[in-house]
Every structure is written in structure tokens, then in C-alpha cells.
């Protein structure tokens, strides 16, 4: 899609957003791989309201040539603030793994810059081996991983029934075997719901398993569709990463 503007083109972007600064990835070039909240969880500190399509199916929900399309006309228009970009990063309103072309989007992302790709994802699909295969060239993956019990898995992340949290644990320890690039596991942290000292006692377990590069600890600032939904207080948020480790960071 594409508009005159002042003389020059300007390309009305449907897939592409951004570029966002954050402090995990510093200035970043989203892309949005499924139409708005197609994802297979709702969970309660979601910014972007309740899930619309829950869903484990995959599928091609956007035509991946025309996203490649947009990614090559914001380069083109933009030459001058490529070199600012830490990442092409794969993200957006709903569940990125769950678009069927998701390797070939990041292989024809690569070829265009060289700017590293970075996957965004809840972790879910992370139990298909044949997703894990998909990722394997990205240059960072961010799984999420807000529980390590179904009970607190459900109450948080509120996934559809059926979903372990101990498969998806295991899908990520796999992806930590066959993945070379950088994993930063990212743990969503909602007072009264996941942050109670047992159950980070599990979280370490978790994590010691899955043994990611970074562990980036969050916590709801920003207001969420869901009522009550709270931050963690700053000094159990700094109990929490001492309990974690030394890879464990407050996002
Ligand atoms: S996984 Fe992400 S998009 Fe899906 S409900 Fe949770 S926060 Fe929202």
C-alpha cells in the first residue's frame, strides 16, 4: 500500500509498527504476524484486551509476501535510521509462531539488513519440535514463562484447556538444546498471582532447566483491560531476582 506525500511516498504500514524504544530491546521494528489478539492464551495483564480468537491452530493469517513487501519499502524509505535499529522484531497483537511461514519471514527478513531478528512468544508452541525448527535462526528469542504449576498457569495466563505448563517447560528446554542464538526468558510477575515464595521456588527450578542467556523480570505498570491486576512491590521484586539468580534482571 503506498501514498503520495509531500511530493515523496509514504507506505501506509498494516504489518509493520514502530520503531519502539524499550529497555529490553532497546529500538526495535515490530512485526505483526496475526490479526489482533489470535492467541492461545488471554492472560490477565494482557495490554491489549480480551483474546478474540484463542487459538492453537496455525495457520499463513497474513500473506507473508506482503509483509516482506513492507519490511522492504520501510528500509528503502528509511536508510538513515537502520543503522539505530537493535532489532527486526517479530511480535505484535497476538501469538507470532502461530503464522505457518514464520521461518521463511525470518530468512527473508535476514537477507534484506542486517539488522538481528528477534522472535517475541509466549512459549506455548514451544512443545512442536517443528516450531522450535522454525525459530532456529533468529538471533533472539524472548519466551514467556509466567508460571511453573497449571493452577498459577491457568489463573494467569488463562491458556485453553488442555495446556500443560510442565510441556511447555520441557518445549522450552529443547529449544535451549537445539537453539544457538540468545534466549531471554521473560517472567511476567502479577502481585497476587504468580508471586507467592513457593511458587517462584518452582519458577527457579524452571528456569535452572531451561537455562536461558537472561532472565527479564516485568511486572504490570501500564493500566490492563483486566480490573485488580497489580505490580509486584519494588523490595519482593528484588527478592525475587536474588532468588532467581545472576542471570535474573528487573525489566
Ligand atoms: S500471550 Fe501476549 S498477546 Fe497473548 S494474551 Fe498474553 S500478553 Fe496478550
Redesign the pocket.
Known amino acids: 500500500m503506498q501514498s503520495r506525500k509531500g511530493g515523496g511516498f509514504s507506505f501506509v504500514m498494516r504489518y509493520i509498527y514502530g520503531p519502539v524504544s524499550s529497555r529490553r530491546l532497546g529500538v526495535s521494528l515490530g512485526i505483526s504476524l496475526t490479526p489482533h ?1 489470535t ?1 492461545p ?3 490477565v ?4 484486551g480480551a ?1 478474540t480468537d484463542k487459538t492453537l491452530e496455525r495457520s499463513a493469517y497474513v500473506p507473508s509476501a506482503d509483509i516482506i513487501a513492507e519490511v522492504r519499502a520501510w528500509l528503502d524509505a528509511n536508510p538513515g535510521r537502520i543503522k539505530g535499529l537493535s532489532y527486526i522484531t517479530l511480535s505484535g ?3 507470532p509462531t502461530l503464522h505457518t511461514e514464520i521461518s521463511a519471514l525470518i530468512s527473508g527478513i535476514k537477507k534484506m539488513s542486517s539488522v538481528p531478528v528477534a522472535v517475541i512468544t ?1 512459549s506455548c508452541l514451544m512443545v512442536d519440535a517443528q516450531v522450535r525448527k522454525e525459530l532456529l535462526q533468529a538471533d533472539l528469542i524472548v519466551p ?1 514463562l509466567d508460571a511453573a504449576s497449571d493452577e498459577v498457569f491457568a489463573r494467569i ?1 488463562r491458556p485453553l484447556p488442555g495446556t500443560r505448563v510442565e510441556e511447555i517447560i520441557e518445549g522450552l528446554v529443547g529449544l535451549r538444546k537445539e537453539y544457538h542464538g540468545k534466549i531471554w526468558l521473560e517472567i511476567m510477575l502479577v502481585k497476587g498471582y504468580n508471586d507467592d515464595i513457593r511458587h517462584i521456588r518452582k519458577l527457579k527450578e524452571a528456569v535452572e532447566r531451561i537455562n536461558p542467556d537472561q532472565v527479564h523480570l516485568n511486572s504490570p505498570v501500564r493500566s490492563t483491560a483486566e480490573k485488580n491486576i497489580g505490580p509486584v512491590d519494588e523490595a519482593k521484586l528484588k527478592q525475587i531476582a536474588e532468588m532467581l539468580g545472576d542471570k535474573a534482571q528487573i525489566i
Open positions: 489478539k492467541c492464551f488471554d492472560c495483564y494482557c495490554q491489549l483474546t497483537a497476538g501469538e509466549n514467556s495466563d
